[in-house]
């Protein structure tokens, strides 16, 4: 049953990761022309999963040669280590770039416009605030990321020649900064954010478009081909579930599912969901551009050593190394090192729990029947201890050796090691067993009336 239960586990793994080589196709895009426009929303929270399409997208501009990229956002903001990624992409683009902000370009959608060759604005829209936060929306109050944060947006600023004290007051609200173009002051405990025309005043934005068309008009590529890039559903299912929380219980699902089904094998669902849970998190990463083969092989050669080991104990050798090795897939698979760690080990913690529930609640099946007597052998259920004497009490023998005062004596058939209460008994007089206590026999010495 065990090894039919780990065959369940271990053929869903490859069927999973079988359709990793077609998770890059993409829904078909128009036709790219060699100097078209690229138009590429950055509509959503700024995290690994937006990096992942937005590389994808500036390769295929890239590859058609295109004239212009324009990056349509409208977003809050989010992880600074994505908007970093993101910025340089941006600033390294071959191809000229356009940021055109039509809401809010908060936060870290900040830094990503900064990067970009020219910034355009519509009207109503907002540029700025740019602190940093924790996951509960608290400004982090760190001297040494504020300073990083604050360097990274006046580098930006400075290379697309833009007055760095005003990204630096973005950043940190104990600059006072002064706008006099825009006769705007912010003072200690303000954070810069600036709309769309104080921000055409203080340099941070080139023109004021209100829609797309007006913005290709400025840019005079009005009649240019337009590439409308959008996200694959493979690429949306990989944002969602390459996010703190979904990877996290992707992992829990995984670790818990597996290790309940090898432990406490029969009863299928977990194994399964276990599988599925391992494979989402793979599948996932491999469609951002994070997870390749090797860290696929590495996390499938721990699994396979933990069932070697389950099956063929290896005295915690092939556990060890299998251990080592799932870890290591998984942290390598994940946007970055901290990242995976972090997302193991707060998955751990519930999956061990649940595997100690399922463990008490089932301990008398799977490979714990191995360890646990599961019957109680009764004496009126046919079962004897090889030890217990009780039938002999009362029977006569014979001494066969000195008792002094154990030694021992031939009763009926057996010969059995006898003792006295403190008697001395010579070889060959004749015995009778008078007690039983568990293993010991205790006899004492035939009289003369007894034996005749």
Request: glycine content about 10%; overall charge negative.
């Amino acid at each position: 049953m065990l090894k039919k239960r780990i065959m369940q586990v271990v053929w869903l793994l490859p069927l999973l990761l079988m359709l990793l080589p077609f998770a890059g196709i993409h829904a078909e895009s128009q036709p790219a022309s060699s100097r078209a426009v690229y138009i590429i929303p950055v509509h959503q929270t700024i995290e690994s999963g937006l990096q992942s399409f937005l590389e994808r997208a500036f390769k295929e501009a890239h590859e058609a040669s295109a004239q212009l990229i324009v990056l349509d956002i409208n977003t809050l903001g989010g992880e600074i280590t994505a908007a970093m990624e993101i910025g340089n992409l941006v600033r390294d683009s071959k191809i000229p770039t356009v940021a055109f902000v039509h809401g809010d370009a908060a936060s870290a959608g900040t830094f990503i416009a900064l990067n970009a060759n020219e910034i355009v604005m519509s009207p109503g829209s907002v540029i700025g605030a740019a602190a940093i936060v924790d996951a509960s929306g608290r400004e982090v109050d760190n001297a040494k990321h504020i300073s990083y944060w604050v360097e990274s947006m006046e580098s930006a600023a400075k290379m697309r020649g833009r007055n760095p004290v005003i990204a630096a007051g973005m950043v940190d609200k104990n600059i006072v900064v002064e706008i006099p173009e825009a006769g705007r002051t912010f003072a200690k405990g303000q954070l810069v954010s600036l709309s769309y025309d104080d921000a055409l005043k203080a340099g941070y934005s080139e023109h004021t478009a209100a829609t797309l068309e007006e913005v290709l008009s400025f840019k005079n590529v009005q009649e240019a081909p337009r590439i409308f890039v959008e996200p694959s559903t493979a690429e949306n299912l990989s944002r969602i579930l390459t996010s703190p929380v979904a990877k996290t219980l992707l992992l829990l699902i995984g670790i818990a599912g597996v290790a309940i089904e090898l432990f406490v094998p029969g009863f299928g669902l977990p194994g399964i969901l276990g599988a599925l849970g391992f494979g989402l998190y793979f599948f996932s990463h491999y469609i951002a551009g994070f997870a390749g083969i090797e860290e696929i092989v590495l996390f499938v050669l721990g699994i396979i050593l933990l069932i070697i080991e389950v099956v063929v104990p290896g005295f915690g050798l092939f556990a060890a190394a299998g251990t080592i090795s799932l870890i290591s897939g998984v942290v390598m698979a994940s946007y970055n090192t901290a990242s995976g760690l972090k997302s193991l080990g707060i998955a751990v913690i519930p999956a061990i729990i649940l595997i100690a529930i399922f463990i008490k609640i089932f301990k008398r099946k799977g490979v714990w029947k191995k360890f646990i007597l599961s019957e109680e052998q009764k004496n009126e259920e046919g079962y004897t201890s090889s030890s217990v004497k009780d039938h002999l009490l009362g029977k006569n023998g014979v001494a066969l050796t000195v008792l002094r005062p154990s030694g021992t004596a031939l009763i009926g058939e057996e010969r059995i090691d006898v003792v006295t209460f403190g008697d001395y008994i010579d070889k060959g007089r004749k015995i009778k067993v008078t007690q039983i206590e568990g293993t010991r026999v205790v006899v004492r010495e035939l009289n003369e009336d007894e034996i005749g």
